[in-house]
């Protein structure tokens, strides 16, 4: 006795995706859900803002002011670390201080101390802890005091890099403006300026969350992630622009079909960019906070991530959509999008589809094969749909000899 046959359920392909991702023709729908982009960034936005005001920013002593205390990190019962230091500060001051950090490594690493503003009899019995329990050595491998000093830190010296750095990106948001009004159109400089303001904001949002330590570094590093984020905009309105070139003569496709199709084609680009930008600043943060220590390197490199991370997704799923609101504004594209579904509707009815969405499908099939099929089936409907006309039956007899000239049924030596 035979078994039974086994059906074999289909595999779903797993490369579909990454194919797909890699053809760039449109098979994933980003400005049909703009809806939904738009609650989740609002979302985002709102939170961050809230935080903003709530709990506002963990500012660093560079903005507040206080001092700071350095010394070698060798030791003469070893290599000192800044939790050994750290413990020191809190049995001298019983407070905690602002930070503690080590810098450098080999025979040039540091303990650096920050804290609020000491008075002089704080620093010297700090001094003295320090020396007492953890014996810094001088350049010639001897304890000494004197390799700990102490510096003043004025607040006023953030404030002023604070009020650069705005002066800066007020400068850098009206030049932009210009450019984007110029090169592209009004709506695309929106469009980009809306989403440049939430990688600053939800940046913002993010240190004040979480409770980063904003320093001048992190400023500088939040005017850095413009330029990226600006960048990733501009490649996809390029495209944008590209696509839409001649539209409003044409019936293919409507505005917010180009658009999502530039999405697409630019899209791997966007992720390889990102990706090419981040593993850079991981190395950052690995190499220059986890190997050498450096503080300053750790707050430049976090806001880097979490700005090129926002950038990137602001730069897909929040502009473009934008734009295209603010394009279906216009009476014009209203009316070619019009046009658009009654000529897809005509050309279903034409060609026996069911319904006009098969229009739709076969110009955003996602693969040359499946629009290829497509074609063939609605070919063989309107040839089917089409009435047969009768055709004529074959001459016999007399009538045949008297076309050819010859009795009909003998072969012709």
Sequence with gaps: MSAPARTEKPRKDKRSVFTRLYSGTGAFDVVGRRKTWYIAFG???LVSVLSIAIRGFNLGIDFTGGSQLQMPAAGAKGTITSQQAEDVYKSTLNMDPASVQSAGSGNSATILIRSEALDATQLASLKDA????????????????????????SGTWGGEITRQALIALAVFLVLVTIFLALYFERSMAVAALVALVHDVVVTAGIYSLIGFEVTPSTVIGLLTILGFSLYDTVVV??????????????????YPEVANLAVNQTLMRSINTSLIAVLPVIGLMVVGVGLLGVGTLADLALVQL?????GSLSSLLLATPILVDLKMRDPKYRKHAERVAARRARSAVAQGADSPTEEIDLDMADDEAVARELRKE????AAASTPQRARPGRPQGKAAQGRT????GKKRR
């Design 43 to 45: 979302l985002l936005v």
């Design 130 to 153: 320090l020396f007492a329990q953890l014996q810094p050595l001088d350049g010639q491998g001897k304890p000494s005091e004197a390799v700990i000093s102490d510096s003043a830190v």
């Design 237 to 254: 309105f390029d495209k944008v622009k590209e696509n839409a070139r001649g539209i409003l003569n044409l019936t293919r496709r409507t």
């Design 306 to 310: 979490v700005g090129i991370i926002a």
């Design 378 to 381: 609605r070919a063989l409907a």
């Design 405 to 408: 000239g010859r009795p009909s």
